[in-house]
């Protein structure tokens, strides 16, 4: 299973301060500082300067444990850097780890039933979904997302990959309240999930490559990181290399600076370099 490889990247800056956060730093501040990383080329500046917010951020919830908002971002931000920056595996796996307790903290919170049903038998959890509305969707992606997380930094753990469906469960829960939320990403993620093993062995990469269309056509083509996990995910695990070195091409040609994707997009055409070359070997 070492080749999941989760999009949590695509929200390192999107919420690194929320309302939570506004007792220390004005709206306008809080705007300017996410929108500077997100829309940042140079991701060696933001791996550089990413901690200090995470040790505000580690403070802030210590002041206020109970913050919705500063729990997701602190989520977000902790399983981000753990997917993304960090080098040592001990390091990842506690960055992950944090971010599935302050997620998990929010969603108890938030939604008991969901909580008290995690480690229950499946039919269970998928039931106690059901309780969830559309005002929850935050705390929803960030408690599959660092879910998620948790498992990509286990993923030699098979306990740890056995959560997977529950974590399917709750995107599909997402979808299902509302199709386009945050652009797609949740179909990113299951587009992943079920791009991990063959249809001769009971996999549903039919349903990841669905999946990972609908987040590029939500994204209106312009989320490069999209089309990066279904080159390396998909058509990688079905030995397509037309699609694979199509999608890398496209990646590889595109502009990077968007708004609100250029950090997500840099980081893509980095990727989609390597994986240009290891293709070679590996088709």
């Known amino acids: 299973m070492s080749r999941l490889r989760w999009p949590t990247f695509a929200v390192v800056g999107s919420l690194l301060f929320t309302t939570g956060c506004m007792s220390m730093i004005s709206n306008s501040m809080s705007k300017t500082l996410s929108n500077a990383i997100i829309n940042q080329d140079d991701p060696a500046l933001v791996r550089d300067g990413a901690p200090a917010y995470l040790l505000l951020i580690d403070g802030l919830i210590m002041d206020s444990p109970n913050s919705e908002g500063l729990l997701v971002a602190g989520a977000k931000l902790n399983g981000a850097y753990a997917s993304i920056f960090a080098e040592d595996k001990k390091r990842a796996k506690h960055m992950a780890a944090k971010a599935l307790r302050y997620a998990r903290t929010a969603m108890c919170q938030s939604q008991s039933e969901v909580c008290t049903a995690e480690k229950g038998p499946f039919p269970a959890f998928k039931q106690s979904l059901l309780s969830t509305g559309k005002s929850q969707l935050p705390v929803l992606f960030a408690y599959a997302s660092a879910w998620a997380g948790q498992i990509q930094a286990n993923s030699s753990d098979w306990l740890a990959i056995a959560d997977m469906p529950k974590v399917e469960a709750l995107l599909e829960r997402i979808i299902e309240l509302d199709p386009t939320f945050e652009n797609g990403q949740p179909h990113l993620y299951l587009g992943v999930m079920r791009s991990q093993i063959p249809p001769s062995l009971g ?19 312009e989320d490069m990181m999209a089309k990066v996990l279904y080159a390396e995910n998909y058509a990688r695990l079905m030995f397509e290399q037309k699609l694979h070195d199509s999608l890398l091409k496209e990646v590889l040609e595109g502009n990077p600076h968007v708004k609100g994707l250029t950090l997500t997009n840099t980081l893509a055409q980095q990727r989609a370099k390597q994986l240009i070359i290891s293709g070679k070997d590996y088709f």
Not at 205 to 220: C, V, Y
């Open 203 to 221: 996999g549903k990469p039919a349903q990841g490559k669905l999946h990972f269309e609908t987040a590029i056509r939500l994204s209106n083509g």
